[in-house]
């Protein structure tokens, strides 16, 4: 019997409002703020998941040669306990609306530097803020 954690892998976005803030989306029926984005199906590239998922979730189109990929980063499964999330991030900067759709229902844009007051998922709290502003700190 294995004991490796299962893994969700997912495309994740780092979204980048005019203002500089980041936006956070929270499923319906949790209470842990994240990245947006969703799981890769088989067939698809990380960027077009990641596309297709903005578009579902938040009407948001985006061409995916905008989106600068950062690499991939794992940390514990906010909703899904025993798993681990694998996100293949992406840098888009957007000044457009979205809208919560799908199974989104809240959406919220905060400063990077803090938590906005939120719960938030372990990958976007542990790994994704902080990697996102050390990398504001060297190149300012």
Same mark, same amino acid.
């Given at each position: !019997? *294995?004991? *490796? #954690? @299962?893994?969700?892998?997912?495309? +994740? ?7 500089? @803030?980041?936006?956070?989306? @929270? ?6 703020? !994240? ?10 590239? $990380? ?28 940390? #514990?499964?906010?909703?899904? #306990? ?29 400063? #990077? ?7 938030? +998922? ?7 803020? $902080? ?10």
């Amino acid at each position: !019997m *294995s004991t *490796s #954690p @299962r893994i969700i892998h997912i495309a +994740a976005a780092l979204l980048i409002g005019p203002d500089g @803030r980041t936006l956070l989306v @929270r499923k319906r029926g949790t209470e842990a703020f !994240m990245q947006p984005g969703g799981k890769i199906e088989a067939h698809e590239l $990380p960027v077009h998941a990641l596309a297709r998922e903005l578009e579902e979730e938040l009407n948001l189109v985006i061409d995916p040669a905008q989106a600068t990929y950062l690499g991939h980063f794992s940390a #514990p499964a906010a909703n899904e #306990p025993g798993f681990i999330v694998r996100a293949e991030l992406f840098l888009l900067t957007i000044d457009s609306d979205v809208s919560p759709a799908a199974e989104i229902e809240e959406v919220r844009w905060i400063d #990077p530097a803090t938590d906005g007051h939120l719960t938030l +998922a372990p990958l976007t709290r542990d790994v994704i803020l $902080p990697f996102y502003r050390a990398s504001l700190t060297t190149i300012a």
